[in-house]
């Protein structure tokens, strides 16, 4: 499956549901939501987890999805103040996003390295955001990769939200269609952190129009 293929607004479905019995989102505005995919590795894993990941989102009418695979972006590994096009056209994604979801894997025992370069060349369009996670790995799930994760986003002034969705045995949990062999588990997880995430991206988001954040 090519990431390509992904990166296109996604819609549908009933509506989310507020936290705590909170109800439907009705008449608010959808929320802008950016899917980082951060494995470029060959033969890497990550389009079977965001494929399953998109398909939940999509049944759901609260979001709208942009989808930036790291692997067809290509940031440059070379820090400078003089950023290219590929910097500024992730720039300007992550910019309009409301809020964030990380499909990461876990590599010797943290997150992929072209992922911290896509953290590092950008600094205020993740700033007062939220952000959640799907990992997937061994024995852990990436669930070491999150945790270092949510220190580097609390340095880039976001919020991580609590619950995840972690894939333990990656390979061994899909069929060859791409489907859970147990969906039950990971479809119930997504629901809750999409719950979390859509909370905390409508506050963020209504909070900054009355009060601009200010680090």
């Not at 590092?120 to 945790?147: I, N």
């Not at 997504?190 to 200010?214: C, E, S």
Request: proline share 7%; with cysteine; charged share 20%.
């Amino acid at each position: 499956m090519s990431m390509h293929d992904t990166q296109r607004t996604v819609r549908g479905g009933p509506a989310g549901r507020g936290l705590a019995g909170g109800g439907p989102f009705e008449g608010a505005a959808t929320l802008k939501l950016a899917v980082v995919v951060a494995s470029t590795r060959e033969g890497r894993f990550a389009p079977t987890v965001t494929a399953w990941f998109l398909r939940q989102t999509a049944q759901r009418h609260d979001l709208d999805v942009d989808v930036i695979d790291l692997a067809e972006a290509r940031l440059p590994e070379g820090l400078s103040g003089r950023p290219g096009p590929e910097v500024t056209d992730v720039a300007a994604r992550i910019d309009a996003a409301d809020a964030f979801v990380i499909v990461t894997p876990e590599y010797n025992h943290s997150f992929p390295a072209p992922l911290k370069t896509a953290l590092d060349w950008h600094y205020t369009e993740w700033r007062a955001k939220p952000v959640g996670f799907v990992s997937y790995g061994g024995l852990s799930g990436g669930l070491r990769a999150v945790e270092h994760l949510r220190q580097v986003f609390a340095e880039l002034h976001a919020v991580t939200v609590r619950d995840t969705v972690s894939f333990h045995g990656a390979r061994s949990c899909f069929d060859a269609s791409g489907e859970p062999l147990d969906p039950t588990g990971p479809e119930t997880a997504a629901k809750t952190m999409l719950d979390q995430l859509t909370w905390w991206g409508r506050t963020l988001r209504d909070g900054k129009t009355v009060r601009p954040y200010a680090a």
